[in-house]
């Protein structure tokens, strides 16, 4: 079954810390992964794309297949990175394809 | 912004109601799809369309329906509404059909539902 996880509900770092969103998936086949970010309950916008490589707002995020993971990580967080981050996994499950997000994890950055 | 128009963007209405929220997907997006946000479940996945067809169904009530028509727009319809139904409900659009998600999702700004 699909599945993803992000086992912290907050993380609460200062401002200038490395901060590592933790994200875990099971699927059985080629997943594709993404992150998005919600400020302030506003709309869910998309951060990272694993399938891009790319680094937005400072974020990257490396799929680790051996690991089932896609943390995003960044090394020196800013006040306005404070938002809910969602992990989710895009991949085939009965017939169709489903985009499957994780719980959400809040990142309070404090001044 | 997104491109993904959705009204109301607040609606309040009392318990045992029907209400009818609206979705414009991205020019040229096929794919629509419906999820629920409240405080203590999370993002709950509700169910897609595709080019007017149903693709996919999550965790939608028997109480909830949706359709969506031939200009793309869909309508998510919420009946016999009970407390717990407050929520902010997305809608979001993509380009992919069966592939569902595979370029990402294009998220609207939600319906704020309250059921007083």
């Known amino acids: 079954a699909q599945r993803v996880t992000q086992p912290e509900k907050l993380l609460s770092v200062f401002k200038g810390a490395p901060v590592e969103l933790k994200c875990n998936y099971s699927?059985?086949?080629?997943?594709?992964l993404f992150w998005y970010v919600q400020y302030s309950r506003q709309r869910l916008q998309l951060l990272l794309r694993?399938?891009s490589r790319e680094s937005i707002k400072g974020f990257t995020a490396d799929l680790n297949k051996g690991e089932t993971s896609f943390h995003l990580k960044k090394p020196f967080a800013q006040e306005e990175d404070s938002a809910m981050y969602y992990c989710?996994?895009?991949?085939?499950?009965?017939?169709?394809?489903?985009?499957?997000f994780g719980a959400g994890t809040r990142l309070a950055v404090h001044p | 912004d997104s491109g993904v128009t959705q009204t109301p963007k607040h609606l309040i209405t009392a318990t045992g109601q029907r209400v009818t929220l609206r979705c414009s997907p991205r020019s040229g997006d096929l794919s629509v799809y419906w999820y629920q946000q409240s405080l203590d479940q999370g993002l709950q996945f509700l169910i897609q369309y595709y080019n007017g067809e149903e693709r996919a169904k999550g965790n939608i009530l028997e109480r909830f329906s949706a359709q969506q028509f031939p200009d793309l727009h869909s309508e998510l319809n919420l009946s016999s509404l009970e407390l717990g139904d407050s929520a902010l409900y997305f809608c979001?659009?993509?380009?992919?059909?069966?592939?569902?998600?595979?370029?990402?999702?294009?998220f609207g700004s939600g319906t704020q539902l309250s059921v007083l």
């Open positions: 979001a659009s993509s380009v992919a059909g069966d592939r569902g998600a595979g370029g990402g999702l294009f």
């Open positions: 699927y059985s086949g080629s997943p594709e």
């Open positions: 694993h399938i």
């Open positions: 989710a996994l895009s991949g085939f499950s009965g017939g169709y394809n489903k985009l499957i």
